[in-house]
């Protein structure tokens, strides 16, 4: 079913986690918190808004890490029922698409209802102080569609926090599919 992310709780604390990743350790905040920020993104295989935008969600990621913002995914549905959200699955989705960054499994789905995830793909963007400061889309692209003037919307959100610390005013909900809760 197609959603949008909610509405964000801009200055919301972040919540800590302990998270299996798919290099077989666990992660915490403490692992992922950079001098900028950190940006938790909530994810999954089977989705084919996060199949159409993987590419640029790992550049885009790739880019934050350069900036020095932290970076993960999380897979937050039900694997039990939806097998292609597996973790060997996990394993292979982040191998393909190269991942540089951790993507970790919240197989309890504890993690993905203390933040209020609501879709695949959903981004909570955090400031150094590990306050909410952006809830929104990655980019302006469309679903399937082609784009000339692709507008980075994330990474102009943490550019705006770092270079003025100030945040985007209207924020844009990011669409993807439900969350396959148990």
Same mark, same amino acid.
């Given at each position: 079913m197609l959603l949008n992310s909610n509405r964000a709780n801009i200055g919301m604390k972040a919540h800590d986690f302990s998270l299996l990743n798919v290099n077989n350790k666990?992660?915490?905040?403490? /692992?992922?918190?950079?001098?900028?920020?950190?940006?938790v993104a909530f994810i999954c295989n089977h989705c084919p808004y996060v199949k159409d935008m993987i590419s640029r969600l790992v550049s885009?990621? /790739?880019y934050l890490l350069s900036i020095d913002v932290g970076v993960l995914t999380i897979m937050p549905n039900?694997?039990?029922?939806?097998?292609?959200?597996?973790?060997e699955n996990m394993k292979n989705f982040s191998k393909i698409n190269s991942f540089s960054f951790p993507y970790l499994i919240d197989s309890d789905q504890i993690i993905?209802?203390?933040?209020?995830?609501?879709?695949?793909?959903?981004f909570f963007c955090f400031d150094k102080k590990d306050k909410l400061f952006?809830?929104?889309r990655l980019d302006n692209v469309k679903y399937k569609s082609k784009y000339e003037k692709r507008e980075r919307c994330l990474i102009s959100a943490y550019l705006k926090i770092i270079e003025n610390n100030s945040i985007v005013i209207n924020q844009k909900h990011?669409?993807?599919?439900?969350i396959k809760w148990k």
């Open positions: 666990f992660y915490t905040l403490k /692992n992922i918190r950079k001098k900028n920020g950190f940006v885009d990621f /790739n039900d694997y039990l029922s939806y097998p292609e959200d597996s973790f993905a209802k203390k933040y209020d995830a609501t879709c695949t793909p959903d952006y809830r929104g990011s669409i993807g599919c439900s």
